[in-house]
């Protein structure tokens, strides 16, 4: 078994990887970067699995992960909150050298007081540890990174800030997944704790207090939401898919009895994973 993620090592999904390997008997050294999402879809075969952010705390959601997962052929088999520390990293031993800081958008956008206080102008790099890569490589004295704090000691770049992200609690969300025919031959393997969510997609009818009913169909059996976000549907223009998280606070029964509810102002309602 092999665990795909996407950005260079060491970089912050690398971390995440980390937190799986003792629960998925998964040795380090089968732990695979690839350059972007879809990459590590592709990735996915019989015996691989990913790890993969969908949301931070602080920026925004991944969209583009939502809509690969949206195909339903993969199961949840775990949630991982990584909390996000970064560090500026550079050649240069004094602050004032540094104009600029390279880093992964969704990086420099968590640290932007940051960038202010110190005039310095952030720069979109591919990837946070790629980032650390180049500004060493570089050997320039007025560039720094935003990375985590394992680039520090690869790169050899020196630590002249930490915890600079704008929100002191920054935290990404995760997901760890395997195919839904994979699980279900390998449940056994996949002895991780679960989380007791559940994540559900639908498009309403295009009719008033769709969306209301629909959620009405939650609140009246104390089913907790835990995020409900709109995506354009794709499929037409400007119709748009709601994808639903919720705490698994009460019994099965009340859960499918909501469902059916909602059944009745969607067009469509999709289970997508219980985990």
Same mark, same amino acid.
């Given at each position: 078994?092999?665990?795909?993620?996407?950005? $260079?090592?060491?970089?912050?999904?690398?971390?995440?990887?980390?937190?799986?390997?003792?629960? *998925?008997?998964?040795?380090?050294? +089968?732990?695979?970067?690839?350059?972007?999402?879809?990459?590590?879809?592709?990735?996915? +075969?019989?015996?691989?699995?990913?790890?993969?952010?969908?949301?931070?705390? $602080?920026?925004? @959601?991944?969209?583009?992960?939502?809509?690969?997962?949206? @195909?339903?052929? $993969?199961?949840?088999?775990?949630?991982?909150?990584? %909390?996000?520390?970064?560090?500026?990293?550079?050649?240069? =031993?004094?602050?004032? %050298?540094? =104009?600029?800081?390279?880093?992964?958008?969704?990086?420099?956008?968590?640290?932007?007081?940051?960038?202010?206080?110190?005039?310095? #102008?952030?720069?979109?790099? @591919?990837?946070?540890?790629?980032?650390?890569?180049?500004?060493?490589?570089?050997?320039?004295?007025?560039?720094?990174?935003?990375?985590?704090?394992?680039?520090?000691?690869?790169?050899?770049?020196?630590?002249?800030?930490?915890?600079?992200?704008?929100?002191?609690?920054?935290?990404?969300?995760?997901?760890?997944? /395997?195919?839904?025919?994979?699980?279900?031959?390998? #449940?056994? *393997?996949?002895?991780?704790?679960?989380?007791?969510?559940?994540?559900?997609?639908?498009?309403?009818?295009?009719?008033?207090?769709?969306?209301? =009913?629909?959620?009405?169909?939650?609140?009246?059996?104390?089913?907790?939401?835990? #995020?409900?976000?709109?995506?354009?549907?794709?499929?037409?223009?400007?119709?748009?898919?709601?994808? /639903?998280?919720?705490?698994?606070?009460?019994? %099965?029964?009340?859960? $499918?009895?909501?469902?059916?509810?909602?059944?009745?102002?969607? =067009?469509?309602? /999709?289970? *997508?994973?219980?985990?």
């Amino acid at each position: 078994m092999k665990i795909c993620y996407q950005w $260079y090592p060491w970089a912050y999904w690398n971390k995440a990887c980390l937190q799986v390997l003792d629960y *998925l008997k998964v040795n380090a050294k +089968d732990i695979i970067w690839v350059e972007t999402f879809k990459d590590v879809f592709n990735e996915i +075969d019989d015996w691989n699995i990913w790890v993969i952010p969908i949301e931070n705390s $602080y920026a925004w @959601s991944i969209h583009e992960n939502f809509y690969h997962i949206i @195909s339903w052929k $993969y199961e949840i088999i775990w949630e991982i909150f990584l %909390d996000i520390n970064h560090y500026f990293l550079a050649n240069s =031993k004094n602050i004032s %050298d540094i =104009k600029e800081v390279y880093s992964h958008p969704q990086a420099l956008m968590q640290c932007q007081k940051y960038f202010k206080e110190h005039n310095i #102008k952030p720069v979109i790099f @591919s990837d946070t540890a790629w980032a650390a890569k180049f500004v060493s490589e570089s050997k320039r004295t007025d560039i720094a990174s935003i990375s985590s704090d394992l680039c520090n000691e690869i790169y050899g770049l020196n630590i002249l800030d930490k915890h600079i992200q704008d929100q002191t609690w920054n935290m990404t969300r995760f997901f760890v997944v /395997v195919l839904k025919s994979v699980y279900e031959k390998n #449940k056994y *393997l996949f002895q991780i704790p679960k989380v007791w969510k559940i994540s559900i997609q639908f498009k309403t009818k295009d009719t008033p207090s769709a969306l209301y =009913k629909c959620l009405w169909a939650f609140a009246t059996r104390f089913i907790n939401l835990t #995020k409900i976000e709109s995506l354009p549907a794709r499929e037409s223009h400007f119709e748009y898919i709601f994808w /639903v998280d919720f705490q698994k606070n009460v019994s %099965d029964e009340i859960i $499918y009895d909501a469902f059916e509810e909602i059944r009745f102002f969607c =067009k469509d309602l /999709v289970i *997508l994973w219980d985990y």
